[in-house]
């Protein structure tokens, strides 16, 4: 599928020749983390935890019905914040993180962008709401972790740092030494964009489907695209560079 861009013609191209520092989301625009790991079983697993140790009034019916982890992550930590019950309700999550990022499904020519980019200078940061662990271990086997170095960020025990505040897209910045406008966030949802949007960071929208994109649009996202092939074209024209391997050197 493709969604058209609702900006300029040249909009793409400016948002890539600016970008010295590409802050990726991970679930989504590089991989389908849940892709043989049930998303909704791991949300579902979560909340029959909570309910056999007698909590499950710490969640509205609806957070009960969301199927989404996270969520129910949010809403735990909301009523109990920084606590030993919000730090094991994490760690469950991370050991499923872990677990599903063996089966996850690569996004559409993310792997050959990510060296792409790599290849002609700019550099590579992961900012998500997942565990930097399992994003790492997935970067790890389909060889791009040195493509990133260091520059994983992700979900810690404070969870009033995830997306939409902006707090792992400020830390990318201030690791790699890039003004905000010298930057790229790519994401797939409205909390991604928002985050970019306090950061301060120029955003691109990827959207698998056109609810994806409807959602980003509505966001404020002004450039969507519904798959990653023409970025790649792009950025290879006007790179004029063979791909190269991955760097192990970047600080």
Not at 161 to 182: E, F, M, S, V, W
Request: charged share 25%; hydrophobic share 40%.
């Amino acid at each position: 599928m493709t969604i058209e861009t609702e900006s300029d013609p040249d909009a793409l191209s400016a948002l890539i020749r600016r970008a010295r520092v590409v802050l990726w989301d991970f679930d989504g625009p590089i991989c389908r983390l849940f892709a043989g790991h049930s998303a909704e079983r791991v949300a579902g697993d979560l909340v029959s935890w909570l309910e056999e140790r007698g909590l499950h009034g710490l969640l509205t019916d609806a957070e009960r019905e969301s199927l989404d982890a996270q969520v129910v992550l949010r809403a735990v930590d909301r009523g109990h914040p920084g606590s030993e019950l919000v730090a094991r309700l994490e760690e469950r999550l991370t050991q499923e993180e872990l677990r599903a990022a063996a089966s996850a499904m690569p996004t559409a020519y993310a792997d050959p962008l990510i060296r792409t980019w790599t290849a002609v200078g700019s550099r590579m940061a992961i900012t998500t709401n997942n565990s930097p662990l399992a994003a790492r271990a997935y970067l790890e086997s389909r060889g791009l972790a040195g493509c990133f170095g260091p520059h994983v960020y992700g979900r810690s025990g404070e969870l009033r740092h995830l997306k939409p505040d902006p707090h792992c897209l400020n830390t990318a910045l201030h690791a790699t030494g890039a003004a905000p406008a010298d930057a790229l966030m790519i994401g797939d949802t409205p909390s991604d964009h928002q985050a970019a949007e306090r950061a301060g960071v120029p955003f691109l929208g990827y959207a698998r489907t056109e609810a994806k994109a409807k959602q980003l649009r509505v966001a404020g996202a002004g450039t969507v695209v519904g798959s990653l092939e023409g970025l790649l074209h792009l950025l290879r024209h006007e790179g004029s560079l063979r791909v190269g391997e991955c760097s192990n050197t970047q600080r």
